[in-house]
C-alpha cells in the first residue's frame, strides 16, 4: 500500500482516485489487466502499428524541409 501511495503520490493523484477508476475500468470491461509495464490501449496500439506499416511502404511521409519556403511550399501542395 505505501509503494502505491508513493507512486499515486508522485503523479499527483489521491490513491483512492486511482483504485475507483480501475474498478470502473474492471466493471465495464469485464477483465483485468495486471502489468508492470505501461501499455498503450488497442486502438492506439492499431494506430500506432499501421504507422509503423505505412512508414515501411513509404506511404504517408512527409519529405525533409530545411527552411520556411519549403515548408510553405509543401503545405499549399497538400
Known amino acids: 500500500k505505501q509503494d502505491a501511495q508513493e507512486l499515486a503520490g ?7 482516485t486511482i ?3 480501475h474498478l470502473k ?3 465495464s470491461g469485464r ?3 495486471v502489468s508492470a509495464l505501461p501499455r498503450l490501449k488497442p486502438e492506439i ?3 500506432l502499428g499501421q504507422a509503423v506499416a505505412d512508414y ?4 504517408n511521409i512527409s519529405p525533409i524541409l530545411h527552411n520556411g ?3 510553405s511550399d509543401f503545405l499549399k501542395l497538400l
Open 45 to 47: 496500439e492499431k494506430e
Open 10 to 16: 508522485e503523479l499527483d493523484l489521491p490513491l483512492s
Open 69 to 71: 519556403k519549403e515548408a
Open 19 to 21: 483504485v475507483v477508476a
Open 56 to 59: 515501411k511502404q513509404g506511404k
Open 31 to 33: 477483465c483485468i489487466t
Open 25 to 27: 475500468q474492471f466493471v
